[in-house]
């Protein structure tokens, strides 16, 4: 199989979606790998490093996608990419279809085979392709909350730990899965008094028994989060409802009962955010204020440590391109359960029930 690496596009967006060992891996399989010319400096791959491993360097991305059967990104295509997808070419990468309906248009269009690694999920739950981006995510949510508190930056000044005889920061997290519990551990590492809300018990029993004595658990519900909203410095939105929208937990209207200069990261954007007043924003203008509140809505997060992400993401993408380009489409999926719940558009058809109901679509299933 040809497999095709470009270059990503997306402002400040230095991932890759290969690493020169996954090349080797392909190479040394029968596969042709072509990579786009600097498709991995960001991430501190030299070209000669992926040419060393086997893959063939091609100019531009027109040349990726034109000769390609597998595609393989981080980030979803934007429109400059959309009209390079070919029908029948598999996509393999980050989609987050749910508040895209444009870019769902397109795949749908383009006839090609989407599989959004955010909804391969295997029978016990878990988000294998999701976690490492999770967990950078979940961290990086309190280095940037701390940052934005700055006074300099538009926040209240307050430092999360405080100094002795100052009262900490308080930081409230909305959902207490993968980013939940990685922005506590950050949050609680830099001093600050820590909250988690969430819905599942189990969860929640799980940070408690971790960091007994040293956050709050609370049940999520709008009683409690309001009453969290009027003590934060920062609030973390760390909300997922896989393949869906994400819920609209914080209202306009909540915006009144935060502090002034107080700092929302809201880490669910990718699906939609998780406050009536996110909307996306990029690592060359990360924030924005409503009603006295910074927003903090950039989509592609983990871009921003391309050198920890990228080789975080190919560990867990890698196998499943291997079974893509060794099996083929159809008896990789017929094959892997979870790598079949991946596939969001199949030539022209809405696979993932999610995505459909987010954008009130009908849903196919795969015809084998």
């Given at each position: ?12 967006e230095f991932r890759v979606g290969m690493v020169p060992a996954g090349v080797k ?306 008896q990789a999926v017929v094959e892997n ?32």
């Amino acid at each position: 199989m040809i497999i095709g690496v470009p270059r990503e596009i997306k402002d400040k967006e230095f991932r890759v979606g290969m690493v020169p060992a996954g090349v080797k891996s392909l190479a040394d399989r029968g596969h042709t790998v072509l990579v786009e010319a600097g498709a991995g400096a960001g991430s501190g791959v030299a070209d000669a490093e992926y040419r060393a491993a086997g893959a063939e360097i091609v100019a531009a991305a027109d040349q990726v996608y034109g000769r390609a059967e597998l595609v393989v990104k981080v980030k979803e295509p934007l429109p400059a990419e959309y009209g390079l997808l070919r029908e029948g070419q598999i996509l393999f990468t980050y989609l987050h279809l749910a508040p895209l309906p444009e870019l769902t248009q397109a795949l749908l269009d383009r006839k090609v085979i989407g599989i959004a690694y955010e909804t391969v999920r295997p029978d016990d739950g878990s988000l294998p392709l999701l976690a490492p981006m999770s967990q950078v995510a979940g961290r990086m949510a309190i280095q940037a909350g701390a940052r934005f508190l700055e006074k300099e930056a538009g926040g209240r000044g307050v430092l999360l730990g405080g100094v002795p005889g100052v009262e900490r920061a308080h930081v409230t997290i909305i959902g207490a899965g993968t980013v939940g519990g990685n922005a506590a551990k950050m949050a609680m590492g830099l001093g600050a008094e820590v909250t988690v809300l969430g819905l599942r018990i189990d969860q929640l029993t799980a940070l408690e028994t971790l960091y007994a004595g040293k956050l709050t658990t609370l049940f999520s519900n709008r009683h409690n989060l309001e009453e969290e909203l009027r003590r934060a410095d920062l609030v973390v939105g760390a909300v997922l409802l896989p393949g869906r929208s994400a819920p609209k937990l914080i209202t306009r209207e909540m915006l009144g009962l935060m502090k002034k200069g107080s700092v929302i990261v809201d880490v669910a954007i990718d699906q939609g955010g998780c406050a009536e007043t996110s909307r996306p924003t990029t690592h060359s203008e990360p924030v924005y204020e409503v009603d006295g509140v910074l927003h903090y809505c950039v989509a592609n997060m983990p871009g921003a440590v391309p050198r920890t992400s990228t080789f975080a993401l190919t560990n867990v993408t890698l196998p499943l391109v291997e079974a893509l380009a060794d099996k083929g489409f159809r008896q990789a999926v017929v094959e892997n359960v979870a790598l079949r719940r991946g596939v969001n558009v199949y030539l022209g058809r809405l696979i993932c029930p999610d995505v459909a109901e987010s954008q009130g679509r009908v849903c196919e299933e795969l015809p084998f």
